[in-house]
């Protein structure tokens, strides 16, 4: 089984980016399952139903999420429709009568692949549930031949024991959030393939995706400043393939494109 994973998608310009690069990843490394973190699918925060049916067409099969999936009223929508409520996931350590829920399966070449999507707690305002808990709950309530996690989180330290922790339960264990890709990719010792943090797929020449000036502004004078979104120029895509065979991985690569976006 091959699994080819995106992180974070930054606003239009990572859109565009995903829109225009993955039918030539499709074709080259033909992976069974695409899946993207759609936390800033939207003009950089939340998803709405227009920008997911975009990235479905585009090729991504499942839409993780994390702390900003909730800031547009488009959510409601999502979760809401009943063709998107098993497509797109919010977290699963949210408080349990949230809309949406944190894990689905799916079935390919007659295998059973489990994904959850997951909140880090450290540095978080929010008081989520413990992901520890609740991805050893889920795996065992949803038993599947491939368990694919997405942590959304912070802290290296939080994904790096969460990652250990799950080794050979898990087929694959990867971070998003910070929008900088890591280079630790690599095996577990039980078989599970893991990174800290995949990187976003955004505007490059500001701070994580965002213009430069305004974010320069809150460090220099620290008072509230408007983020805006990168929309055009140089855009970097992140990704990472996975191999895996009998519910264990047998090879991970880091993927890193760029492509100018007008």
Known sequence: MVFLIFGDIVGRIGREAIKRMLPDLRSVFKPDLVIANAENLAHGTGASIKTIEEMRTAGVNIFTSGNHIFDRKDAVHIFEDSSLSQVVLRPANYPPKTMGQGWTVVENKEKTILILNLMGRVFFNQHFDDPFRIANQLIDEHPADFVLIDLHAEATSEKSTFGLYLDGRATVVWGTHTHVPTADERLLPKGTAYITDIGMSGGMNGSIGVQYEAV?????????????????????????????????STHIERIRRMIEIE
Do not use: K
């Open 216 to 248: 320069r502004d809150l460090f220099l004078n620290q008072r509230p400043v408007s983020f805006e979104v990168i929309e055009h120029g140089m855009c970097e895509i992140n990704a990472i393939l996975v191999h895996a065979e009998d519910g264990q």
